[in-house]
């Protein structure tokens, strides 16, 4: 057990220079008071930096800017390459794995080793990659850095070693795929065109074998010219020249025919017998006009040409749409036999596959299935039925179906609520899906011993709420509330938020959630707040609205005061904040000033409406207009269901409501709140004096940036939504702020007494809220229901509550608020609070029992408010021992101890950068302090005595969007939006990071190859020799000689190395570390053999050479040498 012995004093501190941490008290006027007794504080802490690391878990969502598709038919899995170097590798529900290239160069194709656990990526930096999918976490086993040419087309025969490499200058490379080295083998561009060609045929844009033969090779040029290459003898069997650029070709599996599709949205179809012109040419989407000619329409990106047993080929392609109707959507097109079939897409297509039962090219096909790749969707549509369905996608690609505006991760929910939210969103899903099984299903997924209830909520800009099920790494929407259906539908040109010029007036800003109550609060960009009651019956219901004047007449010019650097200030005494205006409990009610033209942004529905079963809207709280100047946005929202109470706050003041009585019981400015212990000098000037910048928002700390008043209230989520994804630096983003220079400041010099007050002009926002059960004053020996506020001048503020407990008189009788309790100081913006008993255990918030407002009454048994307290004393021996109050800003982190407020612990966190989130979280049976920094690190504290733990730079470069959606939880996790369309989940565990590789989805799985069909003696005897065909001797060494070292580079990579360090200790890990050492020895034993060869070879050929020689040189005299 460690002892921590904490004086009044404050001279010991976590961190060295902790100035602040001195906890002298001063009164209202500055009279010294008597300092409480010193007391030892003992608390077993238990973790130690040994239970931390980070790591990245599972990535959910929908590929970011994709580039490229691969699928492998025998183990039915699939790969997408995005434009930032992600590969992501999908095969049945639970099998989800990303990789990311370290130069993060674009994707340009994929290539499976179909049935062999690897894949092979090329990227625009014009590297091939080879990548090991026989563990769990992918690892690049070999990269090859072509030097002097630009990479356009890849093509890996099935069952083949040799990979074909086209390049821009129109060339075709072969790189042997076991050791990643160049083969001498070279098709120049100029040898595989005619001699008299004037012109340079463009880059490779098609290599494809022929069904027929494999010893030749199709080459597909974008200039429209196409070569059919034989192997054996290096010379072209017949050349095609074209007038229409070429884009894709694909074979009928007989190899008799091949098809093309062209720039000028034509398909042409090619017989072997004839090659000077095409079989046929057809424009599958090109009318005929009235003057005869044909309508010109867009290129034809990519066709694919399949056969099937039963019935007519399959011809599949994009693009091809005429170019007479501007606001057409993109299209694939199935054509089968005569029946032409249009399906339009929500998005630009990027790739699409046809999924077919054979991988041998030169079998019936027999297609399946189409994967069409979108800009911002997968979709897969069925081909064997007529009416072609999509099928339905188990993974969760319509996260950013609107833009995510906010995030909020619960982990180890209450049991219940995942069926529950399932039941209810199940009633809702979509129909019309294909009744047949998801066709990517590869892999094997166990759910691992280490799962529990989590639950991931994100608010989108269309005002909806999504909640996933997001328990054992995989993620799964249960259930969809649109908060805009409370509100009337705003008319284009009327109401106060056409002159906003608002795009989405219901986008979510933040969310705050009780599991257990079921208590959900939406707070959205319009300065609107939305209360709702979960309920399993469907009821008739009219919202009841409360509108509330929020607005801070005169402008605060704040100058640090002498006592900034006292942490504690005395009891208030007599001052008491009062309410600015009680609220009558009914809806639609106006503040009772008189200001008639005082309107808010939205208006609430006001007739009944009939409610499904789920989340049901109870109450609506709006901010006015007030003098033509808008509401400024909420900038934090706590809620109590044990106390029935809901306190929000915005850069004006203050305000708590009661939900249960519909009434406001506190409406108040920041200043005001103070009484006689506001730390700060303000000087009051007239309001009318640049009235403007009474508009302009304050708020210190990232994840609060609002715009300036000339853009008045536009959308605060603008970069978070943005789909460029400009990775814009903080720095950048800080200097858009309207008070970045205040800002600069307050970072740089540390909110140092010596800055003027007309430097410091600003406004104090209320940054976060927590409801609990504390010590209002010092001198009281029970807790009770009290309000924590902290702004954004690090000033924690605390206002004890008074609450009837009883059912009926909480019923009717009003909430009082009491003077304010203690004024704390903290360097930066005030994040989070916590409480924590004197054993260190942190205390949960008191929570009301849920219970359904609209179930049928039981007489027998009356329904009443159930109640769950966490009262500090509770777990302790002595009652009325106190607690432990954990305050975290922008900076710094402080312990105090309740009632007496002394300062028991300080650590300054950060002194270059500033702290995004902070959150105290459970792990390991324990408790710790986590923080995002603003430069991207990572770092826990110990609780209560704030040791560093863990402190890792994560993510050098921080953008916005990462800024406002990052959240910790419990258990050692953490979310962040990564991109527009996907969160990545990450652990700071070192017991998770153990169990990880349990935990995911095993990739590959042993399958045994289908055998080829049975071709018969015929077809064998006059089809070629395609199986005699042996690509060693053409291209091995020996044959084809050494490549050039210029040429290319070949990289070792990492594979082993980081399979290494991915396993995990024990057997898992001894089991990794043994199949990469057999590995790598097979590897090694391979290339000894090849060697072996080699000198074998060389020596019998020496020895012919040798013999040749003494047989020639027997006979002759010495005088004939």
Same mark, same amino acid.
């Given at each position: 057990?460690?002892?921590?012995?904490?004086?009044?004093?404050?001279?010991?501190?976590?961190?060295?220079?902790?100035?602040?941490?001195?906890?002298?008290?001063?009164?209202?006027?500055?009279?010294?008071? %008597?300092?409480?007794?010193?007391?030892?504080?003992?608390?077993?802490?238990?973790?130690?930096?040994?239970?931390?690391?980070?790591? #990245?878990?599972?990535?959910?969502?929908?590929?970011?800017?994709?580039?490229?598709?691969?699928?492998?038919?025998?183990?039915?899995?699939?790969?997408?390459?995005?434009?930032?170097?992600?590969?992501?590798?999908?095969?049945?529900?639970?099998?989800?794995?990303?990789?990311?290239?370290?130069?993060?160069? %674009?994707?340009?194709?994929?290539?499976?080793?179909?049935?062999?656990?690897?894949?092979?990526?090329?990227?625009?930096?014009?590297?091939?990659?080879?990548?090991?999918?026989?563990?769990?976490?992918?690892?690049?086993?070999?990269?090859?850095?072509?030097?002097?040419?630009?990479?356009?087309?890849?093509?890996?025969?099935?069952?083949?070693?040799?990979l074909y490499v086209g390049t821009e200058r129109g060339n075709t490379h072969i790189v042997n795929i076991e050791s990643f080295i160049l083969s001498g083998y070279v098709i120049m561009w100029n040898k595989a065109i005619e001699l008299s060609t004037k012109t340079h045929p463009g880059p490779v844009v098609h290599l494809s074998d022929s069904p027929k033969d494999e010893g030749k090779l199709l080459i597909g040029f974008e200039g429209g010219t196409i070569v059919q290459w034989d192997l054996r003898a290096k010379k072209a069997d017949f050349r095609i020249y074209y007038d229409e650029a070429i884009h894709s070709v694909s074979w009928h599996h007989e190899g008799k025919q091949f098809m093309c599709s062209h720039s000028d949205g034509s398909l042409t179809l090619w017989n072997l017998r004839n090659t000077t012109k095409p079989f046929q040419v057809t424009? *599958?989407?090109?009318?005929?006009?009235?003057?005869?000619?044909?309508?010109?329409? #867009?290129?034809?990106?990519?066709?694919?040409?399949?056969?099937?047993?039963?019935?007519?080929?399959?011809?599949?392609?994009?693009?091809?749409?005429?170019?007479?109707?501007?606001?057409?959507?993109?299209?694939?097109?199935?054509?089968?036999?005569?029946?032409?079939?249009?399906?339009?897409?929500?998005? *630009?297509?990027?790739?699409?596959?046809?999924?077919?039962?054979?991988?041998?090219?030169?079998?019936?096909?027999?297609?399946?299935?189409?994967?069409?790749?979108?800009?911002?969707?997968?979709?897969?549509?069925?081909?064997?039925?007529?009416?072609?369905?999509?099928?339905?996608?188990?993974?969760?690609?319509?996260?950013?179906?609107?833009?995510?505006?906010?995030?909020?991760?619960?982990?180890?929910?209450?049991?219940?609520?995942?069926?529950?939210?399932?039941?209810?969103?199940?009633?809702?899903?979509?129909?019309?899906?294909?009744?047949?099984?998801?066709?990517? %299903?590869?892999?094997?997924?166990?759910?691992?011993?280490?799962?529990?209830?989590?639950?991931?909520?994100?608010?989108?800009?269309?005002?909806?709420?999504?909640?996933?099920? %997001?328990?054992?790494?995989?993620?799964?929407?249960?259930?969809?509330?649109?908060?805009?259906?409370?509100?009337?539908?705003?008319?284009?040109?009327?109401?106060?938020?056409?002159?906003?010029?608002?795009?989405?007036?219901f986008a979510v800003q933040m969310v705050s959630w009780c599991p257990h109550s079921r208590i959900f609060c939406v707070v959205g960009i319009s300065a609107h707040i939305i209360l709702y009651r979960f309920s399993k019956y469907d009821a008739n219901t009219q919202t009841v609205s409360l509108e509330v004047r929020l607005q801070c007449e005169p402008e605060d010019i704040i100058t640090p005061s002498e006592n900034e650097n006292n942490p504690c200030f005395s009891e208030p005494g007599s001052h008491s904040p009062q309410p600015h205006h009680q609220y009558p409990v009914s809806p639609g009610s106006r503040t009772p000033d008189g200001a008639k033209d005082s309107t808010p942004f939205l208006k609430v529905k006001d007739k009944t409406v009939r409610v499904p079963p789920g989340y049901q809207s109870d109450l609506v709280i709006q901010l006015l207009w007030v003098d033509g100047e808008p509401p400024q946005q909420i900038t934090s929202l706590d809620i109590n269901s044990a106390y029935g109470l809901l306190a929000f706050g915005n850069c004006n003041g203050l305000a708590v409501v009661d939900y249960i009585q519909k009434t406001v019981i506190l409406c108040i400015s920041t200043v005001d709140l103070y009484g006689a212990t506001d730390p700060y000098q303000r000087l009051t000037r007239s309001p009318r004096r640049n009235r403007q910048s009474t508009s302009e928002h304050c708020m210190r700390g990232l994840s609060n940036f609002y715009s300036d008043s000339k853009k008045r209230i536009r959308t605060s989520y603008q970069s978070l939504t943005e789909l460029t994804d400009n990775q814009q630096s903080i720095d950048m983003e800080r200097s858009k702020s309207p008070t970045s220079e205040s800002r600069e400041n307050s970072f740089s010099r540390s909110r140092s007494s010596s800055v003027s007050s007309i430097d410091r002009d600003t406004k104090e926002a209320i940054t976060t809220l927590q409801f609990g059960e504390s010590y209002g004053r010092k001198s009281d020996a029970l807790p009770t229901p009290c309000l924590w506020v902290g702004t954004s001048l690090g000033v924690v503020i605390l206002i004890p509550l008074s609450i009837p407990m009883d059912h009926e008189e909480r019923m009717e009788d009003p909430v009082t608020v009491g003077p304010s309790g203690a004024v704390q100081m903290l360097k930066g913006s005030v994040l989070r609070f916590a409480f924590l008993d004197c054993?260190?255990?942190?205390?949960?918030?008191?929570?009301?029992?849920?219970?359904?407002?609209?179930?049928?009454?039981? *007489?027998?048994?009356?329904?009443?408010?159930?109640?769950?307290?966490?009262?500090?004393?509770?777990?302790?021996?002595?009652?009325?021992?106190?607690?432990?109050?954990?305050?975290?800003?922008?900076?710094?982190?402080?312990?105090?101890?309740?009632?007496?407020?002394?300062?028991?612990?300080?650590?300054?966190?950060?002194?270059?950068?500033?702290?995004?989130?902070?959150?105290?979280?459970?792990?390991?049976?324990?408790?710790?302090?986590?923080?995002?920094?603003?430069?991207?690190?990572?770092?826990?504290?110990?609780?209560?005595?704030?040791? *560093?733990?863990?402190?890792?730079?994560?993510?050098?470069?921080?953008?916005?969007?990462?800024?406002?959606?990052?959240?910790?939880?419990?258990?050692?996790?953490?979310?962040?939006?990564?991109?527009?369309?996907?969160?990545?989940?990450?652990?700071?565990?070192?017991?998770?990071?153990?169990?990880?590789?349990?935990?995911?989805?095993?990739?590959?799985?042993?399958?045994?190859?289908?055998?080829?069909?049975?071709?018969?003696?015929?077809?064998?005897?006059?089809?070629?020799?395609?199986?005699?065909?042996?690509?060693?001797?053409?291209?091995?060494?020996?044959a084809a000689g050494k490549a050039s070292r210029s040429l290319a580079q070949h990289i070792p990579g990492q594979g082993g190395v980081e399979g290494m360090k991915v396993a995990a200790s024990g057997v898992v890990g001894d089991l990794a570390r043994a199949r990469i050492a057999l590995d790598e020895r097979g590897q090694r034993l391979g290339e000894l053999e090849e060697r072996t060869t080699l000198m074998m070879t060389s020596a019998e050929t020496f020895s012919k050479h040798a013999h040749e020689l003494m047989l020639k040189c027997k006979d002759k005299k010495w005088y004939q040498f």
């Open positions: 057990m460690k002892k921590f012995r904490k004086v009044l004093d404050g001279l010991t501190t976590s961190s060295p220079g902790g100035t602040m941490g001195s906890p002298s008290c001063g009164s209202a006027a500055g009279t010294p008071t %008597a300092a409480p007794t010193p007391r030892d504080i003992d608390v077993q802490e238990t973790l130690v930096s040994e239970n931390f690391q980070l790591c #990245k878990t599972v990535r959910h969502g929908f590929t970011y800017q994709p580039t490229a598709l691969a699928f492998d038919p025998v183990q039915k899995i699939l790969a997408i390459g995005s434009r930032s170097g992600g590969v992501r590798i999908l095969g049945r529900p639970g099998v989800d794995c990303y990789c990311q290239h370290e130069s993060g160069a %674009a994707v340009l194709q994929l290539q499976f080793l179909i049935n062999e656990g690897a894949l092979v990526t090329a990227c625009a930096d014009d590297t091939l990659h080879l990548w090991n999918l026989r563990q769990r976490r992918p690892a690049v086993l070999h990269s090859l850095k072509f030097n002097r040419e630009r990479i356009t087309f890849c093509h890996l025969p099935f069952q083949s070693k040799w424009f *599958p989407h090109g009318k005929i006009q009235k003057d005869g000619r044909k309508e010109s329409c #867009k290129p034809i990106l990519k066709v694919e040409y399949k056969t099937s047993r039963n019935s007519e080929p399959f011809v599949i392609f994009s693009g091809g749409l005429s170019y007479d109707k501007a606001g057409r959507r993109p299209a694939l097109t199935i054509m089968h036999g005569k029946a032409i079939t249009v399906l339009e897409m929500d998005y *630009p297509i990027v790739e699409f596959m046809v999924l077919c039962d054979t991988p041998y090219i030169n079998e019936i096909q027999e297609p399946y299935a189409v994967v069409v790749l979108l800009e911002k969707d997968l979709i897969v549509v069925d081909l064997t039925q007529s009416n072609f369905p999509v099928f339905e996608n188990p993974y969760p690609m319509d996260i950013h179906e609107s833009p995510v505006t906010c995030t909020a991760y619960f982990a180890d929910c209450p049991p219940d609520i995942i069926p529950i939210l399932y039941s209810i969103g199940a009633k809702h899903k979509k129909t019309g899906y294909s009744q047949k099984e998801w066709p990517i %299903a590869g892999g094997t997924w166990t759910l691992g011993s280490h799962t529990y209830p989590e639950i991931i909520i994100t608010g989108h800009a269309d005002g909806s709420i999504k909640f996933w099920d %997001a328990s054992a790494f995989t993620l799964q929407m249960l259930y969809k509330l649109k908060t805009s259906k409370v509100f009337e539908k705003p008319k284009l040109g009327e109401g106060r938020g056409a002159d906003l010029g608002e795009e989405d007036p054993n260190g255990a942190l205390i949960q918030s008191p929570y009301e029992i849920w219970r359904d407002q609209n179930a049928p009454e039981d *007489p027998d048994r009356p329904r009443r408010r159930k109640l769950v307290h966490f009262s500090p004393s509770s777990s302790q021996d002595a009652f009325g021992e106190g607690h432990l109050t954990v305050v975290c800003s922008e900076r710094q982190a402080k312990v105090f101890l309740m009632p007496s407020q002394s300062c028991l612990f300080v650590h300054n966190i950060t002194e270059s950068s500033f702290v995004l989130r902070a959150d105290v979280v459970s792990l390991c049976n324990s408790v710790c302090l986590a923080c995002f920094c603003a430069n991207g690190h990572v770092m826990t504290l110990s609780l209560p005595s704030l040791r *560093p733990l863990m402190d890792v730079n994560y993510l050098p470069l921080t953008d916005m969007r990462i800024a406002r959606t990052f959240c910790f939880t419990n258990e050692g996790q953490a979310l962040y939006l990564s991109s527009p369309t996907e969160i990545q989940r990450i652990t700071y565990s070192q017991e998770m990071c153990d169990n990880l590789q349990e935990m995911l989805g095993e990739l590959f799985t042993p399958i045994e190859t289908p055998e080829a069909q049975n071709r018969g003696f015929l077809k064998g005897f006059f089809g070629g020799n395609a199986h005699t065909f042996d690509r060693e001797e053409l291209f091995g060494e020996a």
